[in-house]
């Protein structure tokens, strides 16, 4: 009698274990894709030269919907520090219930979750710094290296809690994978440098700051080839798991969208701003795809 009691709790343990995983991973998912689309309107508001639409900071117009002044630079801005906020209350509620039912989750989630919105808090801090400090480029800059860094933890946390079988094949893969991420972001940032100095303007304009400009073009070299080294490896490798199989071919075909849309801004002078825009976050899907591939390549 005694152990019949006793034997379904396992049972029941575990399944309480792995329906809470898979509402925080779900809720992690959502912020991953909120953050992506945060970083299109982030893109979208510096196009559109909407960053000092607000003059002030938190509020806008010293409002919290400027309605009197509201144009589509205001919007783009206000509804930028709106989802940003959103995101922020979204990162603390993960970390309350991180830690709430940490007994349900694995150990390094709550750690993962409370560094997630370390990083989303300093991302405030710097948007607020964009403004104060008239659209500084160190600071533009780091904006987006912050909000990169967010969205690649999110992704990795989200890829961890994934339920994911490996095949044990993934050998020198996995950090191949972590090192064309890692090209990517940083050829990100080079973006972000080339953007905030707005430096291909300049460049076409007065030949200032050609240097930038020409060291974000010659930087596409080394993710691209990493990223077509992951390809190839992918292919050749014979039992890969299907979702890398996927992974590999949708990073490559954004890889290949990404440069399609890097020459057409550039020939148009970025003057077709959805093409800019389209370029970032391009770029942004792109890292990601890589993160998710390297996450559960080191799980295999």
Known sequence: MANSVMEPQPVNANSDSTL???????????????????MAVGSATRVMNAGLACPDWPLCYGELLPARQMNLQVFLEWFHRLDASLIGIMTIALVGGSWWYRRHLPGWLPWSATGALGLIVFQGVLGGLTVTELLRFDIVTAHLGTALLFFITL?????????????????????VAVGS????????????????????????????????????IIGVFFPTTAILTLAVMAWRTKNLHPTLSRLAIAATSLLVLQIALGVA?????????PLTIAHHTTGAALLGTLVVFATLAMRD
């Open 20 to 38: 809470t995983q898979q509402r925080i991973r779900g809720f992690v998912w959502k912020i991953a894709i909120a953050t992506l689309l945060l």
């Open 155 to 175: 992704l990795t946390i989200a890829s961890a809690l994934t339920p994911y079988q490996g095949t044990g094949v993934t050998g020198k893969l996995r950090w």
């Open 181 to 216: 991420a890692i090209l990517v972001y940083l050829q990100s940032i080079s973006g972000g440098l080339v953007a905030s100095q707005w430096a291909l303007h300049q460049c076409f304009g007065s030949q200032e700051l050609c240097a930038i400009m020409h060291s974000h």
């Open 265 to 273: 801004t550039f020939y148009l002078h970025l003057q077709v701003e």
